[in-house]
């Protein structure tokens, strides 16, 4: 792709296979991306965000590609290499989990009335879209925590192997590689969160 690249902006001609590994990249960029040039944006924006369990406060964090701010409404944008996976709704709950994320950090900031979380998958240039109102997201809250619950090892077997589908280990980019045995070969490899909300639990670099 780089090599294609290269050629157009060296005004080259480009093969038949160059032409159809750039198209769905510029027809992504035309629909997704110089549709929203003009408002606020947001790129690889990481959060921290504290939650309350039965039996302890959890971090759950993440990174968003991109979002877009439009006054009370939101636009997550994120890009996807390979095939779609065989189970879409994968992507759907990471969408909701951005969605949330992006509501907790406007409360009290400003009000947010929805979030549209757009995905493309670059090699086949397919888009998956979602609405969320921002009452639906007030219920993801207990969501998270019934979900995190049972991976509690006090109370559920429970023995977790963090891993994208293709097989790599999420411990490459996690943020608590300091505190967890699995983490600590990987140290030093993740990136500094953009937003650490500390209101409603623990200072991370504290625990
Ligand atoms: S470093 Fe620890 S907490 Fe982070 S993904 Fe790996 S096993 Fe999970």
């Keep these: ?6 050629k157009l902006a060296q005004g080259l001609p480009l093969s038949q296979a160059e032409e159809a590994l750039l198209t769905p990249i510029y027809n992504f960029y035309q629909t997704l991306v110089a549709a929203y040039a003009g408002l606020p ?3 690889e924006w990481a959060f921290t965000i504290p939650l309350s369990l039965p039996r ?3 971090i759950v964090t993440g990174r968003i590609d991109r979002w877009y701010q439009n006054n009370d409404r939101l636009i997550v944008l994120d890009w996807k290499s390979g095939a779609p996976p065989r189970q879409p709704q994968t992507h759907l709950l990471q969408m909701r989990f951005y ?4 509501w907790q950090y406007h409360r009290g900031r400003q009000p ?6 757009q995905w493309v998958y670059l090699d086949h240039g397919h888009i998956e879209r979602v609405h969320f109102e921002a009452h639906e997201l007030e219920g993801a809250t207990s969501d998270w925590q019934d979900l995190i619950s049972q991976m509690d090892p006090n109370t559920h077997q429970f023995v977790p192997q963090p891993q994208t ?3 790599v280990p999420w411990c490459q980019q996690c943020h608590f590689q300091q505190l967890c045995p699995e983490g600590k070969q990987y140290h030093g490899r993740h990136e500094e ?6 209101a409603a639990g623990p ?3 504290r625990l």
């Design 1 to 6: 792709m780089h090599r294609a690249l290269d």
């Design 41 to 43: 944006v947001y790129s």
């Design 56 to 58: 302890e406060r959890v």
């Design 99 to 102: 969605a949330w994320a992006l």
């Design 112 to 117: 947010i009335q929805a979030i549209e979380a």
């Design 165 to 167: 589908f293709a097989g």
């Design 193 to 198: 969160s953009d937003v650490a909300l500390q």
């Design 203 to 205: 200072d991370l670099p």
